[in-house]
Protein backbone atom coordinates (compact mmCIF):
# COMPACT_ATOMS: atom_id res chain seq x y z
CA UNK A 1 0.00 0.00 0.00
CA UNK A 2 1.32 3.68 -0.82
CA UNK A 3 0.29 7.00 -0.50
CA UNK A 4 0.85 9.53 -3.04
CA UNK A 5 1.54 13.33 -1.52
CA UNK A 6 2.00 14.65 -4.77
CA UNK A 7 3.51 13.87 -8.06
CA UNK A 8 6.90 12.93 -6.97
CA UNK A 9 6.83 12.02 -2.92
CA UNK A 10 4.90 8.95 -1.80
CA UNK A 11 5.00 7.33 1.47
CA UNK A 12 5.08 3.53 1.34
CA UNK A 13 3.91 1.52 3.75
CA UNK A 14 4.72 -1.84 5.16
CA UNK A 15 3.31 -4.25 7.86
CA UNK A 16 6.03 -4.16 10.49
CA UNK A 17 5.81 -3.68 14.43
CA UNK A 18 7.27 -0.28 16.33
CA UNK A 19 10.96 -1.81 16.32
CA UNK A 20 11.81 1.18 18.94
CA UNK A 21 12.98 1.93 22.35
CA UNK A 22 10.04 2.14 25.34
CA UNK A 23 7.94 5.46 24.97
CA UNK A 24 7.67 5.34 28.73
CA UNK A 25 11.17 6.60 28.68
CA UNK A 26 9.97 9.99 27.60
CA UNK A 27 10.04 10.31 31.62
CA UNK A 28 13.60 11.01 31.44
CA UNK A 29 13.51 14.44 29.74
CA UNK A 30 10.00 16.07 30.78
CA UNK A 31 10.98 15.36 34.46
CA UNK A 32 13.79 17.68 34.39
CA UNK A 33 11.95 20.16 31.82
CA UNK A 34 8.97 20.94 34.15
CA UNK A 35 10.39 21.54 37.32
CA UNK A 36 7.29 20.84 39.80
CA UNK A 37 6.39 17.46 38.29
CA UNK A 38 6.60 14.28 39.55
CA UNK A 39 5.60 10.82 37.40
CA UNK A 40 4.36 8.05 38.33
CA UNK A 41 4.59 5.04 35.90
CA UNK A 42 2.24 2.25 36.76
CA UNK A 43 3.21 -0.90 34.91
CA UNK A 44 5.18 -4.26 36.05
CA UNK A 45 8.55 -5.42 37.36
CA UNK A 46 9.81 -5.25 33.25
CA UNK A 47 9.04 -1.38 33.51
CA UNK A 48 10.53 -1.12 36.63
CA UNK A 49 13.79 -3.05 35.24
CA UNK A 50 13.78 -1.04 31.63
CA UNK A 51 13.44 2.70 33.77
CA UNK A 52 16.68 1.58 36.15
CA UNK A 53 18.54 0.25 33.83
CA UNK A 54 17.87 3.16 30.77
CA UNK A 55 17.45 5.72 33.17
CA UNK A 56 19.77 4.73 36.25
CA UNK A 57 22.83 7.07 34.98
CA UNK A 58 20.44 9.84 36.67
CA UNK A 59 20.04 8.68 39.89
CA UNK A 60 22.36 11.37 41.23
CA UNK A 61 20.27 13.80 40.13
CA UNK A 62 17.37 12.88 42.77
CA UNK A 63 14.70 11.89 39.93
CA UNK A 64 11.25 13.14 40.17
CA UNK A 65 9.97 9.95 38.98
CA UNK A 66 8.96 6.63 40.92
CA UNK A 67 7.67 3.06 39.43
CA UNK A 68 4.10 2.16 40.71
CA UNK A 69 4.57 -1.62 40.49
CA UNK A 70 1.41 -4.02 39.72
CA UNK A 71 1.28 -7.09 41.16
CA UNK A 72 -0.35 -10.40 40.21
CA UNK A 73 -3.44 -9.68 42.55
CA UNK A 74 -3.62 -6.27 40.86
CA UNK A 75 -3.46 -8.17 37.04
CA UNK A 76 -6.48 -10.38 38.08
CA UNK A 77 -8.27 -7.66 39.39
CA UNK A 78 -8.53 -9.14 43.19
CA UNK A 79 -6.80 -5.85 44.62
CA UNK A 80 -8.24 -2.43 45.15
CA UNK A 81 -6.45 -0.27 42.35
CA UNK A 82 -7.21 2.97 43.82
CA UNK A 83 -6.47 2.57 47.22
CA UNK A 84 -2.65 1.37 46.05
CA UNK A 85 -2.79 4.58 43.99
CA UNK A 86 -3.13 6.89 46.66
CA UNK A 87 -1.43 5.63 49.30
CA UNK A 88 1.50 6.53 46.72
CA UNK A 89 0.29 9.62 45.98
CA UNK A 90 -0.11 10.93 48.79
CA UNK A 91 3.48 9.91 49.94
CA UNK A 92 4.60 11.55 46.59
CA UNK A 93 2.84 14.80 48.26
CA UNK A 94 4.62 14.71 51.35
CA UNK A 95 7.82 13.72 49.88
CA UNK A 96 8.32 15.95 46.82
CA UNK A 97 5.05 18.42 47.11
CA UNK A 98 4.75 18.71 43.41
CA UNK A 99 2.52 20.30 41.50
CA UNK A 100 1.53 17.78 39.24
CA UNK A 101 1.72 14.21 39.54
CA UNK A 102 1.33 12.34 35.70
CA UNK A 103 0.61 8.99 35.32
CA UNK A 104 1.95 7.26 32.43
CA UNK A 105 -0.02 4.19 31.56
CA UNK A 106 2.20 1.05 30.05
CA UNK A 107 1.29 -2.00 27.88
CA UNK A 108 -0.11 -3.43 30.86
CA UNK A 109 -2.48 -1.27 31.91
CA UNK A 110 -3.91 -1.40 28.48
CA UNK A 111 -4.46 -5.32 28.47
CA UNK A 112 -5.63 -5.15 31.91
CA UNK A 113 -7.90 -2.65 31.14
CA UNK A 114 -7.40 -0.34 34.10
CA UNK A 115 -8.96 2.78 34.33
CA UNK A 116 -6.58 5.33 34.65
CA UNK A 117 -8.77 7.80 33.48
CA UNK A 118 -11.66 7.04 36.02
CA UNK A 119 -9.67 6.87 38.99
CA UNK A 120 -7.82 10.20 38.55
CA UNK A 121 -10.44 13.28 38.93
CA UNK A 122 -11.57 11.55 42.48
CA UNK A 123 -8.03 11.15 43.34
CA UNK A 124 -7.24 14.39 42.25
CA UNK A 125 -10.16 16.23 44.54
CA UNK A 126 -9.14 13.88 47.20
CA UNK A 127 -5.43 14.86 47.56
CA UNK A 128 -5.46 18.16 46.42
CA UNK A 129 -2.77 17.90 43.47
CA UNK A 130 -3.52 17.49 39.91
CA UNK A 131 -3.41 14.09 38.37
CA UNK A 132 -2.63 13.72 34.46
CA UNK A 133 -2.91 10.60 32.95
CA UNK A 134 -0.80 9.72 29.83
CA UNK A 135 -0.82 6.70 27.64
CA UNK A 136 2.87 5.82 26.96
CA UNK A 137 2.30 1.58 26.25
CA UNK A 138 4.58 0.51 23.32
CA UNK A 139 1.91 -1.16 21.80
CA UNK A 140 0.21 1.84 20.59
CA UNK A 141 2.96 4.69 20.42
CA UNK A 142 6.64 4.65 19.38
CA UNK A 143 9.38 6.09 20.91
CA UNK A 144 9.38 10.24 21.78
CA UNK A 145 5.28 9.79 20.97
CA UNK A 146 5.43 9.17 24.84
CA UNK A 147 5.79 13.14 25.26
CA UNK A 148 3.11 13.45 22.70
CA UNK A 149 0.31 11.97 24.98
CA UNK A 150 1.75 13.77 28.29
CA UNK A 151 1.58 17.43 26.12
CA UNK A 152 -1.97 16.54 24.87
CA UNK A 153 -2.83 15.46 28.38
CA UNK A 154 -1.71 18.79 29.76
CA UNK A 155 -3.06 20.85 27.04
CA UNK A 156 -6.41 20.25 28.59
CA UNK A 157 -5.39 22.10 32.04
CA UNK A 158 -3.89 25.31 30.33
CA UNK A 159 -6.18 28.24 31.10
CA UNK A 160 -8.22 30.26 28.83
CA UNK A 161 -6.60 33.72 27.60
CA UNK A 162 -7.94 36.61 29.63
CA UNK A 163 -9.76 38.64 26.51
CA UNK A 164 -13.14 38.13 25.37
CA UNK A 165 -13.85 37.20 21.50
CA UNK A 166 -14.39 40.30 20.65
CA UNK A 167 -11.37 41.73 21.57
CA UNK A 168 -9.43 39.01 20.00
CA UNK A 169 -11.07 39.47 16.85
CA UNK A 170 -10.54 43.05 16.43
CA UNK A 171 -7.02 41.95 17.43
CA UNK A 172 -6.72 39.34 14.62
CA UNK A 173 -7.83 42.15 12.15
CA UNK A 174 -5.53 44.42 13.15
CA UNK A 175 -2.53 42.43 12.52
CA UNK A 176 -3.94 40.86 9.57
CA UNK A 177 -3.68 44.94 8.25
CA UNK A 178 -0.51 45.49 9.90
CA UNK A 179 1.83 47.09 8.05
CA UNK A 180 5.41 45.59 7.29
CA UNK A 181 8.05 46.76 10.55
CA UNK A 182 11.14 48.83 9.03
CA UNK A 183 14.61 47.79 9.81
CA UNK A 184 15.60 50.16 12.53
CA UNK A 185 12.10 48.95 14.80
CA UNK A 186 13.43 45.32 14.99
CA UNK A 187 13.84 45.45 18.60
CA UNK A 188 10.05 45.78 18.91
CA UNK A 189 7.15 43.41 18.94
CA UNK A 190 4.94 43.56 15.84
CA UNK A 191 0.77 43.67 17.61
CA UNK A 192 0.16 39.76 16.42
CA UNK A 193 -2.25 37.53 18.19
CA UNK A 194 -0.68 35.23 21.11
CA UNK A 195 1.72 32.35 20.02
CA UNK A 196 2.62 29.34 21.62
CA UNK A 197 4.90 27.14 20.36
CA UNK A 198 5.08 23.30 21.78
CA UNK A 199 7.70 20.81 22.50
CA UNK A 200 9.92 20.11 25.35
CA UNK A 201 13.44 21.59 24.83
CA UNK A 202 16.22 22.49 26.94
CA UNK A 203 16.09 26.23 28.53
CA UNK A 204 18.88 26.95 26.21
CA UNK A 205 17.41 26.08 23.27
CA UNK A 206 14.58 27.73 24.17
CA UNK A 207 15.92 30.67 24.26
CA UNK A 208 17.53 30.54 21.55
CA UNK A 209 14.48 29.85 19.29
CA UNK A 210 12.55 32.93 21.41
CA UNK A 211 15.48 35.41 20.69
CA UNK A 212 15.31 33.99 16.75
CA UNK A 213 12.22 35.15 16.22
CA UNK A 214 12.41 38.13 18.50
CA UNK A 215 14.73 39.24 15.94
CA UNK A 216 11.59 39.60 13.74
CA UNK A 217 9.70 40.97 15.88
CA UNK A 218 7.87 38.10 16.87
CA UNK A 219 6.85 37.68 20.88
CA UNK A 220 6.45 33.58 21.80
CA UNK A 221 3.69 34.02 24.42
CA UNK A 222 4.55 30.38 26.30
CA UNK A 223 5.78 27.24 25.32
CA UNK A 224 3.76 23.86 26.35
CA UNK A 225 5.42 22.67 28.42
CA UNK A 226 6.80 25.36 30.56
CA UNK A 227 9.58 25.48 33.11
CA UNK A 228 6.85 24.77 36.04
CA UNK A 229 3.06 23.20 35.58
CA UNK A 230 2.05 26.55 37.12
CA UNK A 231 3.05 28.88 34.48
CA UNK A 232 1.15 26.78 31.65
CA UNK A 233 0.37 29.37 28.78
CA UNK A 234 -2.95 29.64 27.62
CA UNK A 235 -4.98 28.47 25.48
CA UNK A 236 -7.98 29.04 23.16
CA UNK A 237 -9.80 30.62 20.41
CA UNK A 238 -7.29 33.38 18.66
CA UNK A 239 -4.04 31.65 19.97
CA UNK A 240 -1.89 30.91 17.10
CA UNK A 241 0.38 27.48 18.25
CA UNK A 242 3.42 25.74 16.38
CA UNK A 243 5.15 22.55 17.06
CA UNK A 244 9.08 22.09 16.94
CA UNK A 245 9.16 18.53 17.05
CA UNK A 246 7.57 16.39 14.36
CA UNK A 247 6.12 13.58 16.83
CA UNK A 248 3.55 15.78 18.26
CA UNK A 249 0.94 15.52 15.86
CA UNK A 250 -1.46 14.05 18.99
CA UNK A 251 -1.30 17.72 20.57
CA UNK A 252 -1.42 19.38 17.91
CA UNK A 253 -4.94 17.77 16.62
CA UNK A 254 -5.74 17.87 20.33
CA UNK A 255 -5.09 22.13 20.75
CA UNK A 256 -7.03 22.53 17.03
CA UNK A 257 -9.79 20.51 18.01
CA UNK A 258 -10.61 20.51 21.95
CA UNK A 259 -8.76 23.92 22.65
CA UNK A 260 -9.81 25.30 19.28
CA UNK A 261 -6.29 26.92 18.45
CA UNK A 262 -5.18 27.92 15.10
CA UNK A 263 -1.77 25.52 13.87
CA UNK A 264 1.10 27.06 12.30
CA UNK A 265 2.26 24.18 9.69
CA UNK A 266 5.77 24.89 9.26
CA UNK A 267 8.89 22.42 8.90
CA UNK A 268 10.14 22.05 12.29
CA UNK A 269 13.57 24.13 13.40
CA UNK A 270 16.20 21.17 12.89
CA UNK A 271 19.08 22.98 11.22
CA UNK A 272 20.11 25.49 9.54
CA UNK A 273 17.48 25.38 6.56
CA UNK A 274 14.66 23.95 8.84
CA UNK A 275 14.92 26.97 11.01
CA UNK A 276 14.54 29.55 8.46
CA UNK A 277 11.85 27.74 6.87
CA UNK A 278 10.28 27.82 10.34
CA UNK A 279 10.40 31.79 11.44
CA UNK A 280 9.32 32.57 7.71
CA UNK A 281 6.32 30.26 7.93
CA UNK A 282 5.45 32.12 11.64
CA UNK A 283 5.97 35.66 9.89
CA UNK A 284 4.13 35.26 6.76
CA UNK A 285 1.26 34.00 9.34
CA UNK A 286 1.15 37.31 11.36
CA UNK A 287 2.00 39.41 8.29
CA UNK A 288 5.78 40.34 9.32
CA UNK A 289 8.47 40.81 6.76
CA UNK A 290 11.56 38.24 7.99
CA UNK A 291 14.77 40.20 7.42
CA UNK A 292 18.26 38.86 7.49
CA UNK A 293 17.45 35.38 7.63
CA UNK A 294 19.29 34.29 3.87
CA UNK A 295 22.63 35.79 5.36
CA UNK A 296 22.33 34.09 8.46
CA UNK A 297 21.79 30.88 6.82
CA UNK A 298 24.65 31.52 4.71
CA UNK A 299 26.66 32.24 7.85
CA UNK A 300 26.11 29.19 9.32
CA UNK A 301 26.51 26.79 6.25
CA UNK A 302 30.14 28.43 5.90
CA UNK A 303 30.90 27.77 9.53
CA UNK A 304 29.84 24.04 8.98
CA UNK A 305 32.13 23.90 6.07
CA UNK A 306 34.88 21.62 7.61
CA UNK A 307 32.20 18.72 8.29
CA UNK A 308 30.25 19.23 5.57
CA UNK A 309 34.31 17.96 3.61
CA UNK A 310 33.43 15.28 5.52
CA UNK A 311 29.94 13.87 4.77
CA UNK A 312 29.53 15.31 1.50
CA UNK A 313 28.80 12.50 -1.23
CA UNK A 314 28.29 9.88 1.91
CA UNK A 315 25.44 7.81 2.04
CA UNK A 316 22.66 6.99 4.58
CA UNK A 317 19.99 4.59 6.17
CA UNK A 318 17.31 5.63 8.19
CA UNK A 319 16.04 2.00 9.60
CA UNK A 320 13.13 3.82 11.82
CA UNK A 321 12.81 4.71 15.83
CA UNK A 322 12.21 8.33 16.81
CA UNK A 323 10.17 10.01 14.28
CA UNK A 324 12.64 12.45 13.45
CA UNK A 325 13.52 10.78 10.68
CA UNK A 326 11.95 13.09 8.00
CA UNK A 327 13.87 16.24 9.42
CA UNK A 328 16.78 14.50 9.73
CA UNK A 329 16.89 13.46 6.37
CA UNK A 330 16.28 16.57 4.72
CA UNK A 331 19.24 18.31 6.94
CA UNK A 332 21.59 15.92 5.74
CA UNK A 333 20.50 16.15 2.00
CA UNK A 334 20.76 19.51 2.47
CA UNK A 335 24.64 18.69 3.73
CA UNK A 336 25.74 16.95 0.42
CA UNK A 337 24.80 13.49 1.82
CA UNK A 338 23.00 11.11 -0.08
CA UNK A 339 19.61 9.28 2.09
CA UNK A 340 18.83 6.13 0.76
CA UNK A 341 15.53 4.98 3.07
CA UNK A 342 13.64 7.40 5.44
CA UNK A 343 12.01 4.49 7.63
CA UNK A 344 9.50 5.50 10.46
CA UNK A 345 7.62 4.49 12.92
CA UNK A 346 4.54 6.87 12.33
CA UNK A 347 3.45 8.93 9.91
CA UNK A 348 1.47 11.95 10.18
CA UNK A 349 0.91 13.54 6.64
CA UNK A 350 -0.96 16.43 7.41
CA UNK A 351 1.12 17.53 10.63
CA UNK A 352 4.62 16.94 8.66
CA UNK A 353 2.94 18.01 5.65
CA UNK A 354 5.52 21.49 5.53
CA UNK A 355 8.62 19.12 6.44
CA UNK A 356 7.82 16.70 3.59
CA UNK A 357 7.53 19.77 1.27
CA UNK A 358 10.81 20.97 2.13
CA UNK A 359 12.15 18.06 1.73
CA UNK A 360 10.88 17.79 -1.58
CA UNK A 361 12.07 20.87 -2.55
CA UNK A 362 15.86 20.07 -0.79
CA UNK A 363 15.83 17.42 -3.51
CA UNK A 364 15.27 19.61 -6.07
CA UNK A 365 17.73 21.89 -5.07
CA UNK A 366 20.11 19.20 -4.53
CA UNK A 367 19.55 17.63 -7.82
CA UNK A 368 18.85 14.47 -5.65
CA UNK A 369 16.16 11.88 -6.15
CA UNK A 370 13.34 11.82 -3.54
CA UNK A 371 14.24 9.19 -0.90
CA UNK A 372 12.31 6.17 -0.45
CA UNK A 373 9.87 6.84 3.05
CA UNK A 374 8.93 3.71 4.77
CA UNK A 375 6.43 3.75 7.33
CA UNK A 376 6.14 1.07 9.62
CA UNK A 377 9.35 -0.68 8.12
CA UNK A 378 9.54 -4.35 7.86
CA UNK A 379 12.63 -4.89 9.72
CA UNK A 380 13.53 -8.36 7.58
CA UNK A 381 12.96 -6.13 4.47
CA UNK A 382 15.05 -3.37 5.64
CA UNK A 383 18.19 -5.93 6.42
CA UNK A 384 17.61 -6.85 3.05
CA UNK A 385 18.00 -3.80 1.50
CA UNK A 386 20.66 -2.71 3.55
CA UNK A 387 22.57 -5.36 2.48
CA UNK A 388 22.02 -4.03 -1.06
CA UNK A 389 22.86 -0.58 -0.83
CA UNK A 390 25.37 -1.26 1.54
CA UNK A 391 25.39 2.88 3.57
CA UNK A 392 28.45 4.65 5.03
CA UNK A 393 25.57 4.92 7.73
CA UNK A 394 22.92 3.59 9.33
CA UNK A 395 21.00 5.61 11.75
CA UNK A 396 19.10 2.86 13.63
CA UNK A 397 17.74 2.07 17.55
CA UNK A 398 19.95 0.24 19.94
CA UNK A 399 18.60 -3.60 19.22
CA UNK A 400 20.07 -3.58 15.54
CA UNK A 401 23.24 -1.62 15.73
CA UNK A 402 25.56 -4.47 17.09
CA UNK A 403 24.38 -6.75 14.64
CA UNK A 404 24.55 -4.39 11.80
CA UNK A 405 28.19 -3.19 12.87
CA UNK A 406 29.57 -7.31 12.79
CA UNK A 407 28.35 -7.07 9.62
CA UNK A 408 30.72 -3.54 8.48
CA UNK A 409 28.26 -0.57 8.50
CA UNK A 410 28.49 1.74 10.72
CA UNK A 411 25.79 2.81 12.82
CA UNK A 412 24.66 5.60 14.96
CA UNK A 413 21.79 5.12 17.53
CA UNK A 414 18.57 7.76 17.15
CA UNK A 415 18.15 7.67 19.87
CA UNK A 416 21.44 10.03 20.75
CA UNK A 417 19.64 12.41 18.31
CA UNK A 418 16.65 12.65 20.74
CA UNK A 419 18.48 13.71 23.81
CA UNK A 420 20.84 15.86 22.21
CA UNK A 421 20.58 19.70 21.27
CA UNK A 422 19.71 19.63 17.67
CA UNK A 423 17.42 22.78 17.29
CA UNK A 424 17.75 25.91 15.90
CA UNK A 425 20.74 27.00 13.98
CA UNK A 426 23.42 27.62 16.53
CA UNK A 427 23.17 23.94 17.22
CA UNK A 428 23.77 22.42 13.60
CA UNK A 429 27.42 21.85 14.61
CA UNK A 430 26.22 19.43 17.09
CA UNK A 431 24.38 17.88 15.02
CA UNK A 432 26.52 17.15 12.51
CA UNK A 433 29.32 16.07 15.59
CA UNK A 434 27.03 13.04 16.21
CA UNK A 435 26.71 12.19 12.59
CA UNK A 436 30.37 12.21 11.41
CA UNK A 437 31.00 10.55 14.48
CA UNK A 438 31.19 7.03 13.30
CA UNK A 439 32.35 8.17 9.75
CA UNK A 440 35.54 9.80 11.44
CA UNK A 441 35.70 6.52 13.38
CA UNK A 442 35.76 4.61 10.61
CA UNK A 443 37.89 6.25 8.29
CA UNK A 444 40.88 6.11 11.56
CA UNK A 445 40.39 2.38 11.52
CA UNK A 446 40.69 1.91 7.83
CA UNK A 447 43.75 4.42 8.03
CA UNK A 448 44.90 2.59 10.78
CA UNK A 449 44.94 -0.73 8.71
CA UNK A 450 46.97 0.75 6.19
CA UNK A 451 49.79 2.09 8.48
CA UNK A 452 49.83 -2.12 9.79
CA UNK A 453 50.18 -3.22 6.63
CA UNK A 454 52.74 -1.08 5.43
CA UNK A 455 54.80 -1.80 8.41
Sequence with gaps: MSVKIDETLTVECETGNYHTFCPISCVSWLYQKIEDSFFLVVGTKTCG???????????????????????????????????????????????????????????????????????????????????????????????????????????????????????????????????????????????????????????????????????????VSGWLPAQRY?????????????????????????????????????????????TRAWIEKICS?????????????????????DYLDLVRGKSVFFMGDNLLEVSLARFLIRCGMIVHEIGIPYMDKRYQAAELALLRDTCTRMCVPIPRIVEKPDNSNQIRRLRELRPDLAITGMAHANPLEARGISTKWSVEFTFAQIHGSTNARDLLEIITRPLRRQSNLEHFGRNTLVK
Design 49 to 219: YFLQNALGVMIFAEPRYAMAELEEGDISAQLNDYEGLKRLCIRIRRDRDPSVIIWIGTCTTELIKMDLEGMAPKLEWEIGIPILVARANGLDYAFTQGEDTVLAAMAHRCPEPEFPLREREEMIQKVLAFPSRKKDEFHEYANHPSLVLFGSLPSNVVSQLNLELRRQSIK
Design 285 to 305: VFGVEARGLQEREEQIWESLK
Design 230 to 274: TDLPSLGDGVYVCGVNPFLSRTATTLIRREKCELIGAPFPIGPDG
